[in-house]
């Protein structure tokens, strides 16, 4: 299972980016995926899942009515948009397949992560 995570980069506050994260190695449709984040000496969080088709989509409140997660199927893609940023966003950001029982909003249940793109958010 590869997930590729794209699309950070150096935003001024109140600003926008869209992560794309592409999956390979797995059938991507019949998995829930999520993001997550991890701050310079925090603890990786999360922000955002959606299940299968993307009927269901779940937002830690630090994100919730700023960022959108999600999906293309087809294109074995799940994306973040993220917008009306703030320099608390900044951090590196990872996708993950929801494969472990803990709930979609518990980062344990993600297995694996992908490797993370950095977003920066000036203020």
């Known amino acids: 299972v590869q997930l590729q995570a794209s699309g950070g980069g150096l935003v001024q506050a109140g600003g926008s980016l869209r992560l794309s994260c592409k999956a390979s190695g797995l059938p991507f449709s019949s998995y829930a995926m999520g993001w997550s984040r991890q701050a310079p000496g925090r603890e990786r969080e999360f922000v955002a899942s959606l299940n299968w088709n993307g009927a269901r989509t779940y937002y830690a409140d630090s994100v919730k009515g700023r960022f959108t997660i999600s999906r293309d199927n087809a294109k074995a893609t799940v994306y973040l948009q993220l917008d009306s940023l703030k320099p608390e966003d900044t951090a590196v950001y990872y996708c993950?397949?929801?494969?472990?029982?803990?709930?979609?909003?518990?980062?344990?249940?993600?297995?694996?992560w992908g490797q993370g793109t950095q977003v920066t958010v000036s203020s």
């Open positions: 993950g397949r929801l494969y472990w029982n803990y709930g979609y909003v518990d980062i344990r249940s993600y297995d694996p």
